[in-house]
């Protein structure tokens, strides 16, 4: 599970600074030079402004998005997980475990019923069994499993800008 660190509580970012991230958003791959023509500035403040956003933790790092079904992984499940323990002892192992598991795209720490929620993607339902079985019931500490599977993705996107400038 990936922390977020490095960003400050709240980044001072002007529409310039928006129309950036916006930008790279869409296309992570555009040139100083695409993104400076686009938002008209010239290159080196726009570099100068990507430097600042990155060295202030508004840009955590750059990658690919993978299309799953392409890859053969065909299956997705949501996995709702709730611990014997509520420590911080057995959080943290749960989560040590976790974070070993590639099948795991996701985890989140959640109110509720349950203690952590899991993405999980697999290529069939065989695959997800033996990864239930083998892999998360395993796991020390866990209680309760319960998992539906996604059926059709309406929305998914990346963390979008939600601000006045927008």
Same mark, same amino acid.
Do not use: W
């Given at each position: 599970?990936?922390?977020?660190?490095?960003?400050?509580?709240?980044?001072? %970012?002007? +529409?310039?600074? #928006?129309?950036? !991230? @916006?930008?790279?958003?869409?296309? /992570?791959?555009?040139?100083?030079?695409?993104?400076?023509?686009?938002?008209?500035?010239?290159?080196?403040?726009?570099?100068?402004?990507?430097?600042?956003?990155?060295?202030?933790?508004?840009?955590?790092?750059?990658?690919?998005?993978?299309?799953?079904?392409?890859?053969?992984?065909? %299956?997705? +499940?949501?996995? #709702?997980?709730? !611990? @014997?323990?509520?420590?911080?002892? /057995?959080?943290?192992?749960?989560?040590?475990?976790?974070?070993?598991?590639?099948?795991?795209?996701?985890?989140?720490?959640?109110?509720?019923?349950?203690?952590?929620?899991?993405?999980?993607?697999?290529?069939?339902?065989?695959?997800?069994?033996?990864?239930?079985?083998?892999?998360?019931?395993?796991?020390?500490?866990?209680?309760?499993?319960?998992?539906?599977?996604?059926?059709?993705?309406?929305?998914?996107?990346?963390?979008?800008?939600?601000?006045?400038?927008?």
């Amino acid at each position: 599970m990936e922390k977020e660190q490095g960003a400050k509580a709240s980044v001072n %970012l002007d +529409a310039k600074d #928006y129309e950036i !991230l @916006k930008l790279l958003q869409e296309n /992570a791959k555009l040139t100083i030079r695409e993104i400076a023509h686009k938002i008209h500035l010239s290159a080196t403040p726009v570099h100068e402004r990507i430097k600042r956003l990155e060295q202030n933790g508004v840009i955590k790092r750059y990658t690919a998005l993978l299309n799953h079904r392409a890859l053969g992984e065909s %299956l997705t +499940a949501i996995c #709702y997980v709730s !611990l @014997k323990e509520h420590t911080k002892k /057995a959080g943290a192992l749960f989560v040590q475990a976790i974070a070993g598991l590639e099948r795991v795209i996701e985890c989140y720490n959640i109110s509720g019923e349950f203690d952590f929620m899991l993405k999980v993607i697999a290529s069939n339902m065989a695959d997800y069994h033996r990864f239930h079985v083998d892999a998360l019931s395993e796991i020390p500490g866990v209680g309760n499993i319960q998992t539906v599977f996604v059926m059709d993705v309406i929305v998914e996107r990346e963390c979008q800008l939600v601000n006045s400038f927008m």
